[in-house]
């Protein structure tokens, strides 16, 4: 077996290696066994002393190692000097010894090379070359902040960049400097606080991508007109609008998960709208879906089964009296319900009531007129109040045969309508509060819903409540101001509506609705939900500490 030798001089410092996520200590020797034993892979965070961790195939000693055990080959033989000084012997010269003699006994002492190294307290200029001052700086250290030009860094690999002066990585000034300004722009976001600046940012921010906020804008204002298809009625129609309700939620939410990820991260100044480049039926339509699900059903789930409850309530409430109506009707001459008489019996009792009772009205209201000109010989016959009153037994009566037989009037669904909210409201008082409560709690509780499903992108995550209880916990103070910019939000999303719909209401067709209105409405809705996703991004990417965010 053949060992290639290598001879490596290695600093006393130790290294450091990281493997599923625990640390260890270990000797740069240790560090090829490892390698050979296949526990020390390629991308595997190694770093010698206390300088920054880097993938292992990117240190330069370590690469022969990787080299070999690629290609099956005995691993290298590591070498490792030592400079050991030497202390010259002490030689003991009797009293006697003459001078000359003395030089004979005494060894030479070799005079070896000093090196002087000159300290200096004056940091090092980034901007220009450690090496040559009179160049400017193309690279600069990791871990020393030492400038350097293009010639000076060791190339290894082509793009790596080892540092002359401390071997850690060098980068390129401009990338540096990028990293040196988003971490003082970090820096002076984490010390100035999520406040009101960061919802006027974000009302701007939607605006900087205009291509994005349009073609999104129009997206969502198709789908929010296809939902209206279910209207019309039939199956097909019916479909299109669950689709269309599915990609309006796809769109929104995914909207909301991109930019929640990029500003927790701290790319502020990312796209809001989602790569479709790379599109996934999964990611993009189905996962997103079920986000928004997750999140109305954890913050208006309580909300609806109340409410669906005194629905139910109702309709048997409803039922009921029309069974009452229904006995009555049959009860009524010349209903189909009625039974027991011929036809023509009933048309002649009929007419006979109703002349009757048509006389009488007639003579009553004579009377009441020779009342109103003071006529005191008039009397008023005994039982006009009576056939009063039975006359319009008798109207309400036709009134609801001929609704039976032609359907109902405007009027009577109005009043059945007026009915059913009275109904609703006149439930017991314990259901209506809890209904109140339920509400309050899905307003309360949606934006930290919201927030969950865009830093987690995990439904069972978003519709656990204690997740999103404690992410309120952590957020504090900045959750009570996401609140108050929501509830903005949504007014400013409702008088929008309202004024859509008050100034285009020649618009309105019978059963699609006002479509100028609910285009122009759904251009604002998505740029305002735009805007929301863009202030919960800024309050997790000012609290990322509190919510343990890695960037």
Request: charged residues 15%; negative net charge.
């Amino acid at each position: 077996m053949t060992e290639v030798g290598m001879e490596i001089q290695q600093s006393a410092q130790p290294w450091q290696v990281e493997v599923g996520g625990q640390i260890y200590d270990a000797s740069f020797n240790e560090l090829g066994e490892w390698i050979g034993e296949g526990s020390l892979q390629p991308e595997d965070k190694v770093r010698k002393g206390n300088l920054r961790w880097i993938e292992a195939k990117k240190v330069p000693g370590l690469t022969p190692f990787f080299n070999a055990k690629a290609n099956g080959e005995p691993m290298p033989v590591v070498i490792t000097t030592t400079e050991v000084t030497v202390e010259p012997e002490q030689v003991v010269i009797p009293v006697e010894t003459a001078i000359e003699d003395v030089v004979a006994i005494v060894p030479p002492v070799i005079t070896q090379p000093t090196v002087t190294t000159k300290l200096t307290s004056t940091p090092p200029d980034p901007d220009h070359c450690l090496n040559h001052p009179e160049n400017i700086s193309f690279y600069v250290c990791d871990a020393c902040c030492s400038g350097f030009c293009k010639a000076c860094p060791s190339s290894y690999g082509g793009s790596v960049k080892i540092c002359p002066a401390c071997g850690s990585m060098c980068k390129p000034v401009t990338e540096a400097k990028t990293i040196a300004r988003n971490i003082s722009v970090h820096s002076d976001a984490l010390e100035e606080g999520f406040g009101i600046a960061d919802f006027f940012n974000a009302l701007a921010h939607p605006f900087r991508f205009g291509t994005s906020l349009f073609f999104g804008a129009l997206m969502f204002a198709f789908f929010s007109i296809g939902q209206s298809a279910s209207a019309i009625g039939g199956i097909i129609l019916m479909a299109a609008a669950l689709i269309s309700l599915m990609l309006a939620n796809m769109l929104t939410f995914g909207v909301l998960a991109n930019t929640v990820e990029n500003f927790a991260q701290g790319k502020l100044d990312s796209n809001f709208m989602p790569d479709f480049e790379d599109f996934s039926a999964w990611d993009d339509v189905v996962h997103p879906f079920f986000l928004s699900i997750a999140a109305y059903l954890v913050s208006f789930g309580p909300f609806i089964l109340t409410a669906l409850i005194g629905v139910y309530l109702v309709i048997s409430s409803i039922s009921s009296q029309m069974n009452t109506f229904q006995s009555e009707i049959e009860k009524l001459p010349g209903t189909q319900y009625y039974a027991g008489r011929e036809p023509v019996e009933q048309s002649q009792q009929v007419k006979r009531v109703l002349g009757e009772v048509s006389d009488q009205h007639e003579q009553m209201i004579e009377d009441h007129q020779a009342a109103a000109t003071g006529n005191a010989n008039v009397v008023p016959q005994p039982g006009v109040d009576e056939d009063l009153e039975m006359w319009n037994q008798l109207q309400e009566s036709r009134k609801k045969e001929l609704e039976a037989a032609f359907g109902k009037t405007s009027e009577t669904r109005d009043k059945e309508y007026q009915n059913m909210v009275s109904g609703l409201l006149s439930l017991a008082a314990p259901l209506v509060v809890v209904a109140a409560i339920a509400f309050l709690w899905g307003i309360f509780f949606y934006p930290a819903a919201c927030a969950v499903a865009g830093y987690t992108r995990s439904f069972m995550a978003t519709i656990n409540p204690l997740v999103g209880l404690d992410t309120i916990k952590r957020l504090g103070a900045s959750y009570v101001k996401i609140l108050l910019m929501s509830v903005a939000l949504l007014f400013i999303s409702v008088l929008a509506a309202m004024i859509f719909s008050t100034v285009l209401f020649p618009f309105d067709l019978p059963g699609i609705g006002n479509i100028p209105a609910k285009i122009l409405s759904s251009f604002v809705t998505f740029y305002l939900f735009a805007v929301f996703s863009c202030v919960l991004g800024y309050a997790l990417f000012k609290n990322a500490h509190k919510l343990d965010l890695t960037r």
